[in-house]
């Protein structure tokens, strides 16, 4: 039996078009969530937990047996160590530069000495230890060892820094340690927000859905700045003290909007189950 041309050109285009469908569908089909969790660790729900734990309410259970390079590995799970960073001071930049079309001369912070950052967020674990001492009160919110404490009032966080020698920083000292002198859009660089970067969007996307809470402090080292500084942008925002009272930066794992993660944004808020902090120090000071 001889087909006609056209009933072979025919036959040609549907074999094409089911070639192509199913091509499709077997790419739907192993499509993956957007890698966020790095070497050492692995993605369970909404969380990364170390390798060998998995999610449960919210929370990495069972025994890790690696973490993030950045972390430490102990018998709680991945905790990050309370390191500082010493910064030589310099001019901040409180609103957004030139690559944002925008005026930024008004939003000058002015010049800030020395001083240390915490790197990391502080912790459950750090916080925990002031509690114990009787000289900072309890969280309602009970989180994991090496999750950011959460759900502090600015006082609260004050309380505790000065506990281990310091004191929440200055907007302009949080702001030049996220932006650097380079101006950067987000803390690591001005391109590349991703979930691989920052522990945001995990309540309702991009990078997860349904989480409750942030992910462990230093759970995002492609996200650090170039000094070393983690979660400047994401996991929970963080109390700075401004001469007219305190605001909450970086944004936070509920965050879907880009805007709220710039190295320079800032929200006035109160207490809420996002916001945690970290401290400053004089510099050269020592660790607690």
């Not at 305190?246 to 936070?252: E, F, K, L």
Request: with cysteine; glycine share 14%.
């Amino acid at each position: 039996m001889t087909h006609r041309p056209g009933v072979q050109a025919a036959f040609g285009i549907v074999a094409a078009v089911v070639s192509v469908v199913g091509t499709v569908v077997v790419a739907l089909g192993d499509r993956q969530p957007p890698a966020r969790c790095p070497e050492g660790m692995a993605a369970s729900g909404a969380r990364c937990c170390g390798e060998g734990q998995r999610a449960s309410g919210g929370r990495c259970v069972g025994r890790a047996i690696s973490c993030a390079a950045s972390q430490n590995l102990t018998p709680d799970g991945c905790i990050a160590p309370p390191k500082r960073i010493a910064y030589p001071g310099g001019k901040a930049l409180l609103g957004s530069p030139d690559w944002e079309a925008h005026d930024a001369r008004e939003q000058a912070g002015g010049y800030v000495g020395p001083y240390e950052l915490d790197a990391f967020e502080v912790t459950v674990v750090r916080y925990q230890a002031c509690v114990s001492a009787h000289a900072c009160n309890p969280t309602p919110v009970a989180g994991e060892p090496g999750e950011p404490v959460r759900s502090v009032t600015p006082e609260q966080a004050e309380t505790f820094c000065r506990f281990v020698g310091g004191r929440l920083p200055l907007g302009a000292e949080w702001v030049l340690a996220a932006m650097g002198r380079e101006a950067r859009r987000f803390a690591w660089g001005s391109t590349g927000l991703v979930c691989r970067r920052a522990a945001y969007g995990l309540t309702q996307g991009p990078c997860a859905d349904d989480g409750t809470g942030p992910d462990l402090a230093g759970s995002r080292p492609d996200g650090a700045t170039p000094d070393g500084a983690f979660d400047l942008s994401g996991n929970v925002a963080e109390w700075t003290h401004e001469a007219d009272g305190y605001v909450a930066r970086g944004g936070s794992f509920r965050s879907t909007n880009a805007g709220e993660l710039k190295s320079y944004a800032a929200e006035r808020t109160s207490a809420r189950v996002d916001v945690g902090f970290r401290c400053a120090y004089p510099p050269k000071s020592g660790t607690r």
